[in-house]
């Protein structure tokens, strides 16, 4: 009874609020302080998370040498028992899923889920990020906002877009990016078939960057320290096609390798906590070994950047951060893969640059960063966007060549499964 009573007052208000709005000549409506709105709530919830995520990262962080080893686990094993007990917040298929064939509805009811149990995972080190909690976090928020206030079809589909928008663009710093970005990951092969959500997503990710960038101090300026990068001749273009290429090959051995360890941990009947456990010890060893590739990158990236790993040593990153993150994936620990490819990318980036030494490397990095991400995501013009902002690329055309080679390279059915057509529910 309550419930509808809070119900009722909203609507009463919104009603308020609208009518000097409705006679004005402008476009702004009342639906854009909806989407206002909810850009607020996404960037508080995102600045929150990543503060709260900072804090327990360092004290994490104390666990050094072998001690990452047992921490890892143990991480693993509270992770997977939050799932068991509290609800499995699912990942980002059925996000996806939801969005597509669910009239956009996201039930927020394992949100606690998900916020708890990804923060063990990426603040322990797991090389996952914390884009996807936010992303399913904010766009159930859209979905229970809109429901609030009776909104149903392209209405409600569009508020959940652009809480997902909000979430994303929270973290990276690029309203414009993330609003595609939620346009993109629905559907591979029609990037704007949700079309009518682009505004509200422009507007909700405007209004989360600047709460965001308030909180967290994030989002101003490039995230990553790439060297400046001119383009000296039309072979430019031809390099960054060449070694997006090769970072496509590696995307195409990261889906095989995360198909792999899917089928290995789904030949054993085991519960979730189990296997998380078992995730977070085999994580623990290789983070002993190789401790950057603990983590999902953010940081680690600068850190490619200033020392000077042989060659030999940049192979073993590369291949078993591709391991990690396949691991991370498929033994039910929680958290997003943007990031931690863009790693992988840079590295290899790093990797043909002293291979062929005539090849800019900055240009080398961020482009194998784009194709590999498209590869796996489908998102070749979010990609785009988003690399030039966080490496501070003003000609972005080469990461667009780039993009667009490792979307046509990709594997015919997505990583993601649920991009693929199907008949729609609603």
Not at 142 to 153: I, N, P, V
Request: hydrophobic content about 50%.
């Amino acid at each position: 009874m309550g419930n509808i009573k809070t119900k009722r007052k909203l609507l009463k208000y919104l009603d308020q609020l609208d009518q000097p709005i409705r006679f004005n000549p402008f476009v702004f409506s009342r639906t854009f302080l909806l989407w206002a709105l909810l850009g607020i709530i996404g960037g508080l919830i995102a600045g929150i998370y990543w503060e709260v995520l900072i804090y327990f990262t360092h004290m994490l962080a104390y666990f050094q040498g072998w001690y990452v080893i047992p921490l890892m686990a143990i991480c693993g094993l509270i992770a997977g028992l939050i799932i068991h007990f509290i609800g499995d917040p699912g990942e980002i298929h059925l996000i996806v899923d939801n969005i597509k064939f669910n009239k956009g509805k996201l039930d927020p009811k394992n949100n606690p889920s998900m916020i708890l149990s990804s923060l063990f995972c990426v603040a322990s080190g797991g090389s996952l990020g914390p884009e996807a909690p936010l992303v399913q976090v904010t766009g159930s928020t859209g979905s229970w906002l809109g429901k609030l206030f009776r909104l149903k079809g392209e209405e409600l589909r569009s508020l959940s877009i652009a809480g997902m928008a909000s979430g994303f663009t929270a973290l990276f710093g690029a309203p414009l990016g993330g609003s595609l970005f939620s346009l993109e990951i629905l559907n591979h092969k029609h990037a704007l078939e949700y079309y009518k959500a682009i505004v509200p997503a422009l507007v909700a990710s405007c209004f989360s960057y600047i709460v965001f960038a308030f909180i967290a101090h994030l989002g101003f300026g490039a995230t990553w320290n790439f060297n400046t990068y001119q383009v000296t001749s039309i072979f430019d273009f031809g390099y960054a096609v060449l070694v997006a290429i090769a970072a496509t090959a590696i995307g195409w051995l990261f889906i095989y390798c995360t198909k792999f360890f899917k089928q290995l941990f789904n030949r054993f009947p085991l519960p979730i906590f189990i296997k998380t456990m078992i995730g977070g010890l085999l994580l623990g060893i290789i983070a002993f070994y190789l401790p950057i590739t603990r983590y999902f990158g953010h940081h680690q990236i600068n850190e490619l950047l200033t020392e000077n790993f042989s060659l030999a040593m940049l192979s073993c990153i590369l291949i078993f951060k591709l391991i990690a993150i396949s691991i991370t994936v498929t033994s039910g620990w929680r958290g997003g893969f943007i990031i931690p490819l863009f790693f992988v990318g840079s590295t290899l980036g790093i990797i043909l640059h002293q291979l062929f030494p005539n090849i800019n490397m900055a240009m080398a990095m961020v482009s194998c960063m784009a194709a590999i991400n498209v590869c796996v995501t489908r998102t070749p013009m979010s990609t785009t966007i988003l690399l030039s902002t966080l490496t501070g690329f003003d000609f972005f055309i080469p990461i667009l060549f780039a993009s667009l080679t490792g979307y046509f390279l990709a594997p015919k059915i997505p990583f993601i499964h649920t991009q693929m057509e199907k008949n729609k529910k609603g």
